[in-house]
């Protein structure tokens, strides 16, 4: 420890002590000289008066000598401390610039880096030069009240004008300073573009919330610590308290809540509170007047002014569940309604069925001359509301029908035992029809799927002339299979081309055996299969009545499984 502290002494005094060393040494080797070269001859007063001079003039020069290595010292510390500064400065992420007599003095690397500049265009120029013209004005006046002493603020925000013209916004912390032996002003400007940008957002987010939330249908509210902070308008009209009222220190959120929910409520409010998530759940409100109303609640914990509360959105869902009950009750009697249809569909089929199979039979039967026209009107009319009654049996069948339980079939057997089902009345008017493509034809279906075969060909004869022709023809059409009843008839316009799939829908009653139900029957079949039918005009003349099923249905139900 010792030998390190001599250590030091000589390294800070090497000056001092040299010269010192030098000066003993000088003056002993002139000493040494006077002494021998006059032999004592010389008084003692003329060797003590310069002995005197010798003993002066060493602590003289080593004085001088020390003097001069404390300024070295000196000189040197002050100069690493200011290039500790200076490296501070220069390696500072804020920008630091020093103004003197209103010019620029120095500017860091880090503000020239931020705006743009470079030293030689801003240094001795007017600081006023590089602030926006917003807050001119203000900076100078700063600026000047400090150096006269007084108190201005230290910290404030402005913008600042870059080279390429943009406005840069800025947080200075300016104070007063001496700079080369002169007063100045020091300020260290912070670039707070991001959190300028990020306030914007914030406004604007906080806006939209606003003005979503005022123009919400829903009740929209923000709890903080079991108080109301924010209240939107429709809580106001629906509640029927006031703002201020919600606002209020006073206002128990409680008194909002039904005796029975409450419990609810606050289980969830403290679920919020444990950072939980709460699902959407209802519970009963109290009005101002009084008046119970359910609410469908959707809270969320959200942070609003720097704490965390809770964000709500009740929906009055008091007609709905008014609705609801009273859909209900509909619904119970729609089952009941129903079951009588479903028992005057039976009553249709069979208690109406069987007077018409004697009318029918009678009409047969009696076959006197005189008779012969007028048992053929009743035999024609019987077979009207024979089919008629059908129909009407089976669309009721299918109208309730939800899904059918489907199983794989060969449609080209299908269609050849319709064909052949109906080729009798077709022979009476001379009528041809022609199967093209007797191939295999497999597709998912349901046994209902006769039904619309035979209404196509059924129709197609009523509209085909005498000693026409009805072509059937089945194309693999993509997923499915398209299926065609070309007729020579007069055709459908195409105003009345969707209509005639409606009930109770024809193009022309004059003259037409039906009610219109058959085609009903085939869109509601066909649907219910997955595909669809329409009619287009078969040139020159009739029509063609197109049917498009898959091959296989999306969701099949067997009758096996």
């Known amino acids: 420890m010792r030998f ?102 120095f500017v860091n690397s880090k503000m020239l880096e931020l705006t743009g500049f470079t030293q ?136 909002l809540i039904a005796p029975e929910s409450r419990d609810l409520v606050v289980e969830n409010f403290q679920r919020h509170m444990r950072g939980e998530e709460v699902p959407p759940y209802e519970y009963t409100l109290l009005t101002k007047d009084g008046r119970r109303i359910i609410g469908l609640h959707l809270t969320k914990l959200i942070e609003y002014q720097g704490e965390r509360a809770i964000l709500g959105i009740v929906t009055d869902v008091t007609e709905y569940r008014i609705m609801e009950d009273k859909l209900k009750s509909y619904l119970s009697k729609l089952e009941e309604s129903n079951r009588l249809k479903d028992l005057f569909t039976d009553i249709l089929r069979h208690d109406l069925l069987n007077p018409v199979s004697v009318i029918k039979g009678l009409a047969e039967v009696a076959s006197p001359e005189e008779y012969k026209d007028v048992m053929e009107i009743i035999r024609r009319n019987a077979e009207k509301l024979e089919e008629m009654i059908q129909s009407a049996g089976v669309l009721a069948k299918v109208e309730s029908e939800e899904k059918l339980e489907f199983e794989e079939c060969d449609l080209k057997e299908i269609l050849k035992e319709v064909i052949t089902n109906f080729k009798p009345i077709a ?65 459908v316009p195409d105003e009345h081309k969707e209509l005639i799939f409606e009930r109770f829908t024809r193009k022309n009653k004059i003259g037409v055996i039906g009610t219109g139900l058959g085609l009903a029957i085939v869109k509601r079949i066909v649907e219910l299969h997955g595909g669809r039918v329409w009619v287009e005009d078969n040139n020159p003349v009739g029509s063609i009545f197109c049917v498009w099923i898959p091959k296989r249905p999306n969701k099949i139900v067997n009758k096996d499984n």
Not at 39 to 54: E, G
Not at 427 to 453: C, G, N, Q, T
């Open 4 to 105: 390190t502290r001599i250590s030091s002494i000589i390294r800070e005094h090497w000056v001092a002590i040299g010269i010192g060393s030098v000066g003993w040494i000088v003056n002993l080797f002139h000493y040494v000289y006077d002494y021998f070269k006059y032999k004592h001859t010389l008084s003692i007063h003329l060797l003590s008066l310069d002995t005197l001079l010798v003993l002066i003039w060493i602590p003289g020069f080593m004085l001088a000598g020390y003097l001069y290595d404390r300024k070295l010292v000196s000189e040197r510390k002050a100069w690493e401390s200011e290039e500790k500064y200076r490296t501070l400065v220069e390696k500072s992420n804020d920008g630091i610039v020093v103004i003197q007599e209103g010019l620029l003095k």
């Open 120 to 255: 030689e265009e801003v240094l001795n120029k007017p600081f006023t030069n590089y602030i926006s013209q917003k807050y001119r004005e203000m900076v100078a006046e700063f600026y000047k009240r400090r150096l006269c002493g007084e108190e201005v603020p230290i910290r404030y925000e402005i913008e600042i004008i870059s080279k390429d013209g943009r406005m840069i916004p800025f947080e200075v912390n300016a104070s007063l300073i001496t700079y080369e032996g002169k007063p100045a002003d020091m300020a260290i400007l912070r670039d707070i573009s991001e959190r300028k940008e990020m306030e914007k957002k914030l406004r604007e987010s906080e806006e939209k919330f606003r003005t979503l939330a005022e123009e919400s249908p829903n009740m929209i509210f923000i709890n903080q610590g079991g108080r109301v902070v924010y209240a939107n308008r429709m809580c106001e009209e629906v509640m029927g308290y006031s703002r201020e009222e919600f606002y209020s220190p006073g206002f128990d959120f409680l008194s």
């Open 427 to 491: 022979e009476r008017r001379s009528i041809r029809m022609e199967l093209e493509d007797e191939k295999k034809y497999l597709a998912w279906v349901h046994p209902s799927i006769e039904e619309v075969f035979s209404n196509l060909l059924s129709n197609a004869i009523k509209y085909s002339p005498d000693k026409s022709t009805i072509t059937v023809r089945v194309d693999e059409d993509g997923e499915g299979w398209r299926i065609q009843v070309r007729d020579e008839g007069m055709g």
